[in-house]
């Protein structure tokens, strides 16, 4: 049985050459934003993968647009993170994000998006998503 532990880095300094994943805590409408992959039954934190080469925010800025269809948005840093599982850490950033235009028609991985009051049943990572929308809505102040 493996063990997954999130952990937060508000004070500390990573290195941000560890930063492998961007992940978007989104409002639109009021609403958290959630995607469904086309190859999943559950639902997602918007987010992804950085590029050989990119700066983080700027895959926080791609991630969005791709998995949401977000046009016109804010985007602000959240914290550092890191999920340990089995022994074996990954860091990414997170982020905050006020949607205010979609385009509605997705190009990418994900088949649709949807608005929650609060997280949604049937999470792609349950032992991780809850706690990064929940450390947000600390930061920011919203539910």
């Avoid at 990573?14 to 961007?22: P, Q, V, Y």
Wanted: net charge negative.
């Amino acid at each position: 049985m493996s063990t997954t532990k999130v952990r937060f880095y508000d004070r500390e300094t990573i290195d941000d050459t560890l930063l492998k994943f961007a992940v978007i805590a989104a409002r639109y409408k009021n609403k958290w934003v959630y995607c469904k992959h086309k190859e999943r039954n559950t639902w997602e934190i918007p987010g992804g993968h950085r590029e050989k080469g990119e700066d983080i925010l700027d895959t926080a800025r791609r991630e969005l647009k791709e998995e949401t269809g977000a046009e016109q948005f804010t985007i602000d840093p959240v914290a550092v993170y890191s999920v340990t599982i089995d022994n074996e850490t990954n860091y990414g950033k997170l982020f905050f994000s006020e949607m205010e235009r979609v385009n509605e028609k997705l190009e990418y991985e994900i088949e649709k998006i949807a608005l929650f009051d609060d997280m949604p049943p049937k999470l792609t990572y349950p032992e991780i998503q809850p706690l990064l929308q929940e450390y947000v809505q600390t930061k920011i102040k919203c539910k």
